[in-house]
């Protein structure tokens, strides 16, 4: 956070040096993520959780400095957007050569080889391939974007094809499950609807080929992740004589289980599906019986009523603890339907202008986004939404020379 916070202070005085005689001018893409922040301050005045508001409004900052930022400075041309996305490609490159040699020294300390996927466990010494807070989901976004870039380049050389593989099995290892499938259908699509024809059979052989090295290199962990959530899913659950963690006695409750029983027990365990639908359950339940459909409870302040539930159904203690994963659900409950139609309003334009600009990285990111956000409440991280705001920015402010001139 504090590099972070470095970094975006960099980019505001730097846009306020290079302003010189550039007109000031906000179109309405830039206008939309202010006024949500705008919003998210408000509803300090009707929080539930005065203290747990005040504290997540300074993370959100983002949404209004960086549009402002780039209302301030001219608006970059398609090969200058380009580069940005070529430095960063790069840098994604980096990171990820870093962890792959951290898991390598760490495979060589502890023979396990646990270190090659997905972050530790919570409560655990940082045992994946990422650290927890850092989060494999997020870094399988950031990575993704980044490879896009070196797969659809007109001129590939071999580095770019190198770091192509390279960043596909890293995504892969990460071992997100909602992202590894989106990314999937993402590749195919580029390949079969958006590569020129005489590049189709060779991008077509090498996603075959990259999908067949990912399967081979991550199938055991990938496959176990998987089959928790599928041999869960289930309307009566299969799990009372599954194990989970080599943890004896622990039951896997099911989808339909995580939405219809009023009662749990400490040996419960929730994958990651059945968890979201029981949040989104949950969420409901306030729906009813809380006064906050309009407004929500306030940025961040959601926490005490989860923990109320968590009493209320007997769970494992701690899952209270946990947000909803769920950016939408996330946006309603503490935002209110006002708060959630903003993001929609956000992601719809977003969307619309990336299929218009027919740039694939755009597009990439558009998706991206709005899978991610049903499994993540990504913008209520820090980097989640400096990622979101810089990147939604950078692509939906390509008309605002043609306005400026009118």
Not at 101 to 123: Q, S
Not at 194 to 221: E, H, Q
Not at 261 to 289: H, W
Request: glycine content about 4%; aromatic content about 18%.
């Amino acid at each position: 956070m504090a590099v972070n916070n470095v970094f975006l202070g960099i980019f505001l005085l730097a846009a306020i040096i290079y302003r010189q005689n550039n007109k000031f001018f906000l179109s309405i893409s830039l206008w939309l993520p202010i006024i949500l922040f705008v919003w998210m301050a408000m509803s300090y005045f009707w929080s539930i959780d005065l203290k747990r508001t005040l504290q997540a409004i300074p993370k959100e900052l983002s949404f209004l400095l960086i549009p402002l930022a780039f209302a301030i400075i001219p608006t970059f041309t398609a090969a200058q957007k380009n580069k940005i996305i070529k430095f960063y490609s790069y840098s994604m490159v980096v990171l990820m050569v870093f962890f792959l040699i951290r898991a390598f020294i760490r495979f060589i300390i502890t023979k396990e080889t646990t270190v090659f996927f997905y972050h530790g466990p919570e409560n655990t010494i940082d045992t994946g391939l990422v650290p927890r807070l850092l989060n494999a989901i997020h870094v399988s976004v950031f990575v993704a974007i980044a490879f896009f870039y070196f797969f659809i380049k007109e001129y590939r050389t071999k580095l770019d094809q190198l770091f192509s593989v390279l960043l596909f099995v890293f995504i892969v290892l990460l071992s997100s499950k909602n992202i590894i499938v989106v990314f999937v259908l993402l590749l195919l699509v580029q390949v079969f609807f958006y590569s020129k024809i005489a590049n189709r059979l060779r991008l077509r052989n090498l996603t075959i080929l990259l999908i067949i090295l990912g399967g081979v290199i991550s199938f055991s962990n990938i496959k176990d992740r998987f089959l928790i959530e599928f041999t869960s899913n289930t309307d009566k659950s299969l799990s009372s004589n599954m194990s989970v963690n080599n943890a004896e006695g622990v039951n896997v409750i099911s989808i339909y289980e995580a939405w219809n029983n009023d009662k749990f027990t400490p040996n419960d365990y929730f994958p990651g599906t059945a968890f979201r639908v029981y949040q989104i359950r949950v969420f409901t339940e306030f729906l009813s019986e809380e006064s906050m459909f309009w407004k929500g409870f306030g940025l961040n302040a959601s926490l005490n009523k989860l923990l109320e539930k968590e009493n209320q159904h007997n769970l494992y203690p701690g899952y209270g603890n946990y947000n909803f994963h769920n950016q939408y659900v996330q946006n309603f409950a503490e935002l209110g339907f006002i708060g959630f139609l903003m993001l929609l309003v956000l992601l719809f334009i977003n969307t619309i202008n990336a299929f218009k600009s027919k740039n694939f990285i755009h597009i990439a990111f558009a998706i991206l986004m709005i899978s991610l956000f049903l499994t993540e409440s990504f913008l209520w991280r820090q980097r989640g939404v400096m990622f979101f705001v810089l990147f939604y920015c950078l692509f939906n402010t390509k008309n605002d020379i043609k306005m400026i001139n009118n």
